[in-house]
């Protein structure tokens, strides 16, 4: 069984910073782009940010010089720095990664999202 497993949210004043890490964990094969999500109540789940296996990455507008995606390809685990935050970044965070593993000898590739980790800014 593979899944994703996210950590680091919490409570944080406008203006601090927060670091979420999300893990694969499982009989994986290989990981392409890892990504982190948001959701905040009564809207739809939004890209915050995503990254290629090579490191290039791609951020949503409104993240943009504030949030920083990495990864450690070695600890199949993809951290996303947020810096600067507003109370607009209020959300719950998911972790999204395509990616192949067994099960026994036979390999699949999926999708998979983490659980969610709550971020809630106060300002």
């Known amino acids: 069984q593979v899944q994703l497993v996210e950590s680091g949210g919490g409570l944080v004043q406008a203006g601090g910073s927060l670091r979420l890490s999300c893990t694969a964990s499982?009989?994986?094969?290989?990981?392409?782009?890892m990504a982190w999500y948001r959701q905040a109540p009564g809207k739809q789940r939004e890209l915050v940010a995503i990254?290629?296996?090579?490191?290039?990455?791609r951020y949503a507008d409104s993240v943009k010089g504030r949030f920083t995606i990495s990864r450690d390809n070695a600890k199949n685990t993809v951290y996303l720095q947020m810096n600067s935050v507003k109370p607009g970044d209020t959300a719950g965070y998911y972790c999204?990664?395509?990616?192949?593993?067994?099960?026994?000898?036979?390999?699949?590739?999926?999708?998979?999202w983490g659980q969610g980790t709550q971020v809630t800014v106060s300002s």
């Open positions: 999204n990664a395509d990616l192949s593993y067994y099960t026994g000898v036979v390999r699949s590739t999926t999708r998979l």
């Open positions: 499982g009989r994986i094969y290989t990981i392409n782009d």
């Open positions: 990254i290629t296996s090579g490191g290039s990455a």
